[in-house]
């Protein structure tokens, strides 16, 4: 028979490993405003500025990058697939994203179609409160409705593309290669999402085995929630001051 210091343990440890999920999240949402919009490091936006022609390679790292340190997208992602448990849901959903973000970011910029960083990022933010709310169950509660998650994660994904391209229309980019560089950059976009959604979906894995998931499920995504609305609080103050 085990004695209660040894049936303590394994709850010790999962506790703490909450702690460990709560606290990232609440570093995350605590991030600068500016990263958390994953704006263009001066450094990535002098060098694409510099060069002209085909750049695949430059393009690619670039994407990758902005996707994962875009804390926005990861958070939205992070509460797309929070109660998802197979592969096939997993997949389909992340699909309606990649497919939303691709469209709208490709085709921003090559018609150089954009819309104001400060309301785009902020429409971003109201993304992850909005499914934050979801996983609560808000809606069902609030107005016994349970919007379509599909139709939301593509239509968000849209905005997020514009996110995306608004921040490569200030990179100045040159017209010379430029679908192919968009094009490599969008790879590199996906890249940077799929290395994201693995190490989410590693964590997730290892945190649903244990009894603190369910138990502590409504509190991670009421932060995720606070995160959004920070998000949304700052762009707005930078759009009206």
Do not use: C
Request: without cysteine; positive net charge; charged residues 10%.
């Amino acid at each position: 028979m085990l004695s209660k210091s040894m049936t303590r343990a394994p709850n010790v440890m999962t506790s703490r490993a909450t702690l460990l999920f709560l606290v990232v999240l609440v570093m995350l949402s605590s991030v600068s405003g500016e990263a958390f919009a994953h704006a263009v490091a001066d450094g990535d936006k002098g060098y694409i500025q510099e060069i002209t022609g085909v750049n695949l390679i430059a393009f690619l790292y670039l994407g990758a990058k902005h996707m994962v340190t875009g804390y926005d997208h990861i958070l939205f992602l992070l509460g797309v697939i929070f109660f998802l448990y197979k592969m096939k849901d997993i997949g389909v959903y992340v699909s309606l994203f990649a497919i939303g973000h691709s469209v709208t970011m490709l085709a921003g910029v090559y018609f150089n179609f954009g819309i104001n960083s400060y309301i785009i990022d902020a429409i971003i933010g109201l993304s992850i409160v909005y499914k934050a709310l979801d996983n609560m169950g808000a809606y069902q509660r609030w107005f016994r409705f349970q919007p379509n998650t599909k139709a939301a994660t593509l239509i968000f994904g849209f905005f997020h593309g514009f996110g995306l391209s608004s921040k490569i229309l200030d990179y100045e980019i040159s017209s010379d290669g430029l679908l192919p560089n968009l094009l490599a950059f969008n790879v590199g976009v996906e890249v940077g999402q799929l290395l994201a959604l693995g190490a989410i979906l590693i964590v997730m894995g290892f945190w649903r085995r244990t009894p603190s998931f369910l138990k502590h499920a409504y509190s991670t995504n009421a932060v995720m929630m606070g995160a959004g609305f920070m998000l949304i609080g700052y762009q707005l103050t930078g759009y009206f001051v």
